[in-house]
T-cell receptor, first 114, second 116 residues
Framework: AQSVTQLDSQVPVFEEAPVELRCNYS??????LFWYVQYPNQGLQLLLK??????LVESINGFEAEFNKSQTSFHLRKPSVHISDTAEYFC????????????FGKGTLLTVNP | EAGVVQSPRYKIIEKKQPVAFWCNPI?????LYWYLQNLGQGPELLIR????????DSQLPKDRFSAERLKGVDSTLKIQPAELGDSAVYLC??????????????FGPGTRLTVL
């Protein structure tokens, strides 16, 4: 079975500060990793994903995440956040095979203050 | 292009009453998912359809929950009878699938159910 742990339920930061949202996973097989973002009153949107290849993946709005197999982690980072980044962020894992079931973490609420 | 549409957005019912949620996936998406999201938790898969076939319903509580996807497009999730513990957000998602690899799932805004 696979599982995801998001170590922080809430992360408050000031605008233009760097941020890291932590995600650790457990799985006995190779995995695919995802970060989804949920803005208030909206559905979840895919932010970025790791399937294979380069362990550093980037999103179009400045977020990046690094797949670390030895640490079983997929932490999300941004060097300078904006107020508009305020949202809930979910880390998810899917394993290979014929059933790409997503297992989500509990989410981290990022609040960017002016 | 329209995203995943869900209705209603909010529903308040009394316990023991039936309730139904409707989902219209993105046009051309063959795979449809229903998720349950409890407060403070991540989404949990209830059922996955490929076209009109339910290929994974292992997490669906079949004593009170049912789902259908007639004609392989729209889908309805029903609870009968609802219990207090069913209060949650019900999310629908869709993807192109199946493609032989993990796919991006596109989520609707969800239906927030409150059972009194």
């Amino acid at each position: 079975a696979q599982s995801v742990t998001q170590l922080d339920s809430q992360v408050p930061v000031f605008e233009e500060a760097p941020v890291e949202l932590r995600c650790n996973y457990s799985s006995s097989v190779s995995v695919y990793l995802f970060w989804y973002v949920q803005y208030p009153n909206q559905g979840l949107q895919l932010l970025l994903k790791y399937l294979s290849g380069s362990t550093l993946v980037e999103s179009i709005n400045g977020f990046e995440a690094e797949f670390n197999k030895s640490q079983t982690s997929f932490h999300l980072r941004k060097p300078s956040v904006h107020i508009s980044d305020t949202a809930e962020y979910f880390c998810a894992v899917s394993r290979g095979g014929s059933n790409y079931k997503l297992t989500f973490g509990k989410g981290t609420l990022l609040t960017v203050n002016p | 292009e329209a995203g995943v549409v869900q209705s209603p957005r909010y529903k308040i019912i009394e316990k023991k009453q039936p309730v139904a949620f409707w989902c219209n996936p993105i046009s051309g998406h063959n795979t449809l998912y229903w998720y349950l999201q409890n407060l403070g938790q991540g989404p949990e898969l209830l059922i996955r359809y490929e076209n009109e076939e339910a290929v994974d319903d292992s997490q669906l509580p079949k004593d009170r929950f049912s789902a259908e996807r007639l004609k392989g497009v729209d889908s309805t999730l029903k609870i009968q009878p609802a219990e207090l513990g069913d209060s949650a957000v019900y999310l629908c998602a869709s993807s192109l699938g199946p493609s032989g690899g993990p796919e991006t799932q596109y989520f609707g805004p969800g239906t927030r159910l409150t059972v009194l």
